[in-house]
């Protein structure tokens, strides 16, 4: 067994995996895996810069994550912080970078699009050669909050493409109203939405062969939220979460039900985080579009993903 800790620091969120590795069996053993909703991309979309507020949330995880790899006793050598679309985009990354160093000791390596799919489709597929026996290729969609990753491949990938859809950046851009959340979004931000989605599915066909899978694997935040909603779970629990399949139909439902709800319904639901109540809407309809230019009958839904596959890069593994 090797400790590692991986950070991934996304749009939406900032995540931390401190867990035991055994490359000879292909054992990920959690000792600490947890979430922050930061919202580091607040605005970049608009100014093109990280907002100081969303800096300092951004550090303040920091801190805390620094005292749990040091409590943990990995060592700096196996820790591995990966930043990806906000802090890809953003005029003032320096600034980002800076403070990282300042608090854990080691850069944010801020990866491409194309690096970043191959690090979500090891995390999410290492596991499913076994007793699942899904039908290959896989197609992996990680719906994050700046980007939307697209991977098709078998054993390792054949195909990727990062595209500017996610959950956070399509709400600024679509879901606004006088400065706040449309609640419920009006039939023609709900068209433009789903327009702006199309069009990048359009973009990652050029790149990757979407409709050649066989086997739909969902990540990230947006996905587990839509598959708790559609468990009708009264907590949220990633044991129940993890490679859940949930029909194609159901995802249509859960969509449908969210973007219809206000604020106040959505926070409502149980298994509903703080930080996805303003932002699940659009997300949703991200895994609704994909599932319907594909054709397939279900995602299966992964609670393991890009973190998991740095995890196992810090061994070479990726």
Do not use: K, P, Q
């Given at each position: 067994m090797t400790r590692v800790a991986a950070v991934d620091c996304g749009t939406n969120s900032v995540r931390l995996l401190v867990a035991d590795l055994d490359p000879a069996t292909g054992t990920l053993t959690d000792l600490d895996r947890r979430m922050t909703v930061v919202r580091l991309g607040q605005g970049v979309d608009r100014t093109g810069r990280l907002a100081p507020e969303a800096l300092e949330r951004t550090f303040a995880a920091c801190r805390e994550y620094a005292e749990a790899i040091r409590a943990h006793g990995v060592t700096p050598?196996?820790?591995r912080f990966v930043a990806t679309s906000a802090s890809r985009d953003a005029e003032n990354r320096d600034e980002f970078v800076r403070g990282v160093v300042d608090i854990l000791g080691t850069g944010p390596e801020v990866i491409t699009g194309?690096?970043?799919a191959a690090l979500s489709f090891t995390g999410a597929t290492r596991e499913l050669t076994g007793g699942m026996r899904l039908p290959r290729p896989y197609l992996v969609v990680d719906?994050?909050?700046g980007s939307?990753?697209?991977v098709v491949g078998d054993d390792a990938v054949r195909a990727a493409r990062s595209v500017d859809?996610?959950?956070v950046r399509l709400t600024e851009r679509h879901l606004l109203r006088d400065g706040s959340i449309a609640d419920p979004p009006a039939p023609g931000q709900l068209a433009a939405l789903r327009a702006d989605i199309d069009a990048a599915l359009d973009l990652a066909e050029r790149t990757v062969p979407l409709r050649e899978a066989r086997t739909l694997v969902g990540l990230a935040g947006s996905v587990t939220t839509v598959a708790a909603v559609?468990?009708?779970l009264p907590e949220y629990d990633p044991a129940a979460i993890h490679h859940s399949r949930i029909p194609a139909a159901r995802v249509a439902a859960v969509t449908d039900r969210l973007l219809a709800a206000t604020h106040a319904e959505r926070a409502a639901i149980p298994v509903m985080h703080p930080g996805r109540v303003d932002v699940i809407g659009?997300?949703?309809l991200i895994l609704r579009a994909v599932m319907e230019r594909t054709g397939l009958a279900e995602v299966v839904v992964s609670e393991h993903d890009i973190l998991d596959g740095i995890a196992w890069s810090v061994l070479g593994e990726v």
């Open positions: 050598e196996r820790v194309d690096e970043e719906i994050g909050g939307t990753e697209f859809i996610g959950c559609a468990l009708d659009a997300g949703a």
